[in-house]
């Protein structure tokens, strides 16, 4: 029997167009700067834009967009936060 949340999750990402991944192999070279800078640039431009920081040791997207205490919802699911227009999560919660 297949496990009912991947249905869930199949299905909330159906609405995704496109995916941006920004990685490298070595620390220190801007990632989060990168990512965060493209996200807010995107989502300016009047898309509809979400940043998924994943980065293990040292997640800092959420001191470039100024986060502060905000935390994401549980309403069916986990909600982001909204900042500038992208809605954000980060492992940091």
């Known amino acids: ?18 995916i941006i991944a ?21 989502a300016r431009r009047g898309l509809e834009v979400g940043l998924l920081d994943l980065d293990f040791t040292c997640p800092a997207t959420h001191l470039i967009l100024g986060v502060g205490d905000a935390t994401p919802e549980e309403e069916r699911g986990i909600v982001p936060p909204s900042f500038h227009g992208v809605e954000y999560m980060s492992l940091i919660y």
Do not use: E
Request: one cysteine or more; proline letters at 3%.
């Open 1 to 18: 029997m297949a496990d009912p949340r991947l249905r869930v999750i199949d299905r909330r990402l159906s609405t995704i167009d496109h």
């Open 22 to 42: 920004v990685c490298s192999g070595k620390g220190g070279v801007g990632k989060s700067v990168v990512a965060s800078t493209l996200s807010l640039l995107l």
